[in-house]
T-cell receptor, first 115, second 111 residues
Framework: DAGVIQSPRHEVTEMGQEVTLRCKPI?????LFWYRQTMMRGLELLIY????????DSGMPEDRFSAKMPNASFSTLKIQPSEPRDSAVYFC?????????????FGEGSRLTVL | TQLLEQSPQFLSIQEGENLTVYCNSS?????LQWYRQEPGEGPVLLVT?????EVKKLKRLTFQFGDARKDSSLHITAAQPGDTGLYLC???????????FGKGTMLLVSP
């Protein structure tokens, strides 16, 4: 089975532009997570969906960030307008159910550079 | 928020050396997980420890969960260049719905 698939792998954009990151979770997984990774802050949870419903978005930095999961096989993370401080690697991950002792499966990440 | 502190932040060693990295918290965790992340890739699960005092071995890697379930360690014997990567520990939140990650230990093993 294919793993978590993210696109694009790399995105370079200018400040003020809209950025959309995409994720296809592993088929059959009920939970989907968006994380952001930087050297300074490590891996930070942005938002968590369960059965396509946003459960916890307390990690979303501000209103410029939004995430959707219209169906079980697709999610997007949108930044509008983008700022240089948004530069980071954004990971999507999925799990079969509650993470407890379960495993998180990560995609390869989308590296975003905002100039 | 339950925080996980990892140390050291960075470790550079020669092939064949032994090393230990640590994951500490002031909070009790029901379980802890260790992930390894290679450059340009996402983290991949190595092991989950559940019981206080538990020791798990994965080839040359030995993982231990503290008796009080507040800390964990990873020991690598005879490190190899293939062990190079970012080692992350993670623990579930109280609702078991999300994972909080430490900032990781970056390990570089030179031939």
């Amino acid at each position: 089975d294919a793993g978590v698939i993210q696109s694009p792998r790399h995105e370079v954009t200018e400040m003020g532009q809209e950025v959309t990151l995409r994720c296809k979770p592993i088929s059959g997984h009920n939970s989907l997570f968006w994380y952001r990774q930087t050297m300074m802050r490590g891996l930070e949870l942005l938002i968590y969906f369960n059965n396509n419903v946003p459960i916890d978005d307390s990690g979303m930095p501000e209103d410029r960030f939004s995430a959707k999961m219209p169906n079980a096989s697709f999610s997007t993370l949108k930044i509008q307008p983008s700022e240089p401080r948004d530069s980071a690697v954004y990971f999507c991950a999925s799990s079969l159910d509650r993470v407890g002792t379960g495993e998180l499966f990560f995609g390869e990440g989308s590296r975003l550079t905002v100039l | 928020t339950q925080l996980l502190e990892q140390s050291p932040q960075f470790l550079s060693i020669q092939e064949g050396e032994n090393l230990t990295v640590y994951c500490n918290s002031s909070s009790v965790f029901s379980s802890l997980q260790w992930y390894r992340q290679e450059p340009g890739e996402g983290p991949v699960l190595l092991v989950t420890v559940v019981t206080g005092g538990e020791v798990k071995k994965l080839k040359r890697l030995t993982f231990q969960f503290g008796d009080a379930r507040k800390d964990s360690s990873l020991h690598i014997t005879a490190a190899q260049p293939g062990d190079t990567g970012l080692y992350l520990c993670a623990g579930p939140n109280s609702g078991y719905s999300t994972l909080t990650f430490g900032k990781g230990t970056m390990l570089l093993v030179s031939p």
